[in-house]
């Protein structure tokens, strides 16, 4: 049995995740994404019109106008005598052609939809973009902004060149060489930046790092920074070099695209060069990842059965499943048992547990 229209309206709550283009807006995509429900929306089958009350003559009665009243007096030998002698009305229902979509227009318009964003790219980003619709939309982006779940990005940037906004469009600063950079030196810049930052939300944790509870905390990936430290990049990993090009992927918490710039600007300075990002792309949010079968092509929703089917399925996951996303997925844990005791008198439970993160 296939749904209606009304169901489907009801069943559209919730999160889900679209795969958002560069160099489009919010705006636009928003109004993409509900044009493609609308027309699913109303192309399913709708509600019948409503109906009126008409008054019609006791020999006019069809039996689409048999309401129980109506069945009643015409039953009632008496009543249906005494009506048809004084020539009188009686009320019955009809349908509202007023009520009907050729005159009123499509049953679903814009307005019966409110969206909410998450963590949103800018304009010439793109990737994974998380939408929430309705009010348990809003109710789950809450519960998503309290978990503090990592982004991971992918960025793409290019030595030889600095300019004022990070990026090749930008006003010219300088040019400079990049012969003399290797993967190695790379390498050594991002371990560098990642360790700095990592130590920052270690003390920003507010927590006895030779406590067992701080390297239960490690294990699970729930540390957490207690107060706003701006951007923090606890995963930096060079994915390709090809000079002057270069492509990373960076796991990270409370970041802006413009800071993923910035990024690679700082990159670029520290092997006395120069670096500009040429492109960004957000490959997971959370639970949401770009290759996921539950993640919907902006342009191309492909119904609003898929929508429906993401939303619930976005719900299990976030409510079902009690891991963290803040480092590398799917990695191997340990718990404090197996680790022997002359290692765990060396060094404190939290650095045990980052190097196992590592």
């Not at 039996?63 to 039953?75: A, G, L, P, S």
């Not at 990592?198 to 207690?226: F, H, I, Q, V, W």
Request: charged share 25%; glycine share 6%; net charge positive.
């Amino acid at each position: 049995m296939s749904i209606t229209a009304p169901q489907a309206y009801r069943s559209l709550k919730g999160l889900f995740a679209v795969y958002k283009l560069p160099n489009q807006s919010h705006t636009s995509l928003i109004d993409q994404v509900t044009t493609q429900i609308l027309i699913g929306l109303n192309r399913l089958e709708q509600r019948p019109p409503k109906c009126m009350v008409a008054f019609k003559k006791l020999s006019n009665v069809t039996n689409e106008d048999f309401t129980w009243r109506v069945n009643q007096i015409v039953k009632d030998s008496t009543s249906s005598a005494l009506i048809s002698e004084n020539n009188l009305s009686i009320p019955t229902n009809v349908v509202d052609w007023f009520d009907h979509p050729l005159v009123q227009g499509p049953r679903y318009t814009k307005e019966d939809l409110v969206w909410y964003t998450g963590h949103a790219l800018d304009y010439e980003a793109s990737g994974v973009q998380i939408l929430g619709l309705q009010n348990d939309g809003e109710k789950m982006l809450g519960i998503v902004g309290k978990k503090k779940l990592g982004r991971t990005y992918e960025v793409k940037g290019r030595f030889g060149l600095a300019t004022t906004t990070y990026t090749q469009e930008g006003k010219v600063l300088e040019r400079t060489t990049w012969n003399h950079i290797k993967p190695q030196q790379i390498n050594k810049a991002l371990s560098l930046i990642q360790g700095a930052h990592r130590n920052a939300l270690y003390r920003a944790a507010e927590m006895d790092l030779s406590s067992n509870e701080a390297y239960t905390a490690a294990c699970k990936g729930t540390l957490k920074p207690r107060k706003f430290l701006g951007p923090l990049f606890l995963n930096i990993k060079l994915i390709e070099f090809s000079a002057p090009e270069f492509v990373i992927h960076i796991t990270c918490l409370d970041e802006s695209c413009q800071s993923l710039r910035a990024l690679v600007a700082n990159i670029g300075k520290r092997l006395y060069s120069g670096a500009v990002c040429t492109k960004v792309r957000r490959i997971s949010d959370g639970i949401f990842s770009w290759d996921d079968e539950h993640t919907l092509l902006s342009h191309k929703l492909g119904g609003v059965e898929r929508v429906i089917e993401a939303t619930r399925d976005s719900y299990s996951r976030l409510l079902n499943d009690p891991r963290d996303f803040t480092s590398k997925r799917n990695r191997k844990r340990f718990p404090a048992a197996d680790i022997p005791n002359k290692d765990r008198r060396e060094k404190s439970p939290l650095l045990i547990a980052a190097s196992e993160n590592l």
